[in-house]
């Protein structure tokens, strides 16, 4: 009477314990040797610490799982994918997901996952995270929801900046067009929520210096430019202001009679008027500097 050769291996996993069977011409070899057969091939599978080598015939990877009784969860991953055909000895690898918790603030989020690193499991779920957000790893075991279970805890460290006040643009402030002769403006503007009298003038100097200092201290590009009109303007197409830096700091977004400014510069001028501004122009040189 044939005998059946039937071998047993027991394969440890995460959430306990599956026994994997010869079935048929399959058995399980703890040496390495060729196939006794040209349809057979040694196959290694691996499933989280265990390891264990298999003579098969089976045609793909799932059929050999399938024959082994290794059952594979949806959130598992098997690489190479179960309908890859066995034509060579290789190995299978089996990573299992396990349940784990997403805590942020009050919101909490289930799931089954393999990933293993923290911020990559809140990041790859849809979680917005940065770089100063922390993110702790915690065991907890509530065995009426999904059993022993991860816990990812993220700390929100980040802060929003404050966004920048919206300018009003619907009219530009004094009597346009302004020209080379005309060397002074004054109007009222609305600082603050207080009416104050502004008071505009205008100068032509070179401002690579200026430029200079803006490029290290705002972040803009060392260079200007001059309009068509003969304003002097940055890379974006702020008006070149100085004003009264411990009023209006350098970097400032203001309103001017000719458009949206920045403070780049100061004069002497700021310490008898702290609400005037000087633009700067090409309006006196006309040598485009």
Not at 45 to 53: A, V
Not at 223 to 234: I, L, M, P, S, T
Request: hydrophobic share 40%.
């Amino acid at each position: 009477m044939d005998k059946v050769l039937l071998v047993a291996a027991v394969f440890v996993i995460t959430f306990g314990a599956v026994m994997l069977i010869g079935h048929g011409s399959d058995t399980f070899a703890r040496n390495n040797g060729d196939a006794s057969s040209a349809e057979e091939h040694f196959v290694t599978l691996e499933d989280g610490d265990m390891s264990i080598m298999v003579r098969t015939s089976a045609r793909t990877v799932g059929e050999l799982l399938k024959r082994a009784k290794i059952v594979i969860a949806e959130a598992d991953i098997v690489n190479p994918s179960l309908d890859t055909e066995i034509d060579g000895d290789f190995t299978v690898s089996i990573w299992r997901a396990r349940p784990v918790v997403i805590r942020d603030g009050v919101r909490e989020q289930y799931l089954m996952t393999t990933e293993v690193d923290a911020r990559e499991i809140v990041v790859k779920y849809g979680k917005e995270i940065y770089e100063e957000d922390g993110v702790a790893e915690s065991l907890a075991y509530n065995f009426l929801a999904t059993g022993p279970a991860y816990i990812y805890e993220v700390t929100r460290n980040h802060v929003e900046p404050e966004p920048e006040p919206e300018l009003d643009l619907s009219s530009k402030l004094g009597v346009a067009p302004l020209t080379a002769r005309r060397g002074v403006n004054q109007y009222s503007v609305s600082v603050n929520g207080k009416m104050v009298q502004r008071k505009e003038t205008y100068y032509d100097l070179s401002m690579s210096g200026v430029m200079a200092i803006a490029a290290r201290e705002c972040h803009v590009q060392p260079y200007y430019e001059v309009r068509d009109d003969g304003v002097k303007v940055d890379a974006e197409g702020y008006v070149l202001v100085a004003a009264d830096l411990n009023r209006y700091p350098r970097c400032t977004v203001v309103e001017t009679s000719l458009g949206l400014g920045k403070v780049y510069d100061t004069g002497s001028f700021a310490l008898s008027n702290p609400e005037q501004f000087d633009l700067a122009t090409d309006w006196t040189n006309r040598n485009g500097k």
